[in-house]
């Protein structure tokens, strides 16, 4: 089982910077870094939420599911 982070695609696609989307929804620029690489072990609905609302999208495009077997 593997979730994958597409923050950095949707980031790309919205043309905003790390620093810039850390600003607006209030988290530290080095958390929403191991957010956007995938390190992350957990993640909060508000941060998702805020994360979101901002980028204008949906958790899905932010969160996939692959299947390690296939």
Avoid at 35 to 46: D, E, N, P
């Amino acid at each position: 089982m593997a979730i994958i982070v597409n923050l950095d695609v949707m980031m790309a696609k919205r043309k905003i910077s790390l620093n810039e989307l850390s600003q607006k929804i209030d988290i530290t620029p080095a958390n929403l870094s191991i957010l956007k690489t995938g390190k992350a072990k957990a993640i909060r609905f508000s941060t998702l939420d805020a994360i979101c609302r901002e980028l204008e999208c949906q958790p899905g495009d932010i969160l996939e599911f692959r299947n390690k077997e296939n």
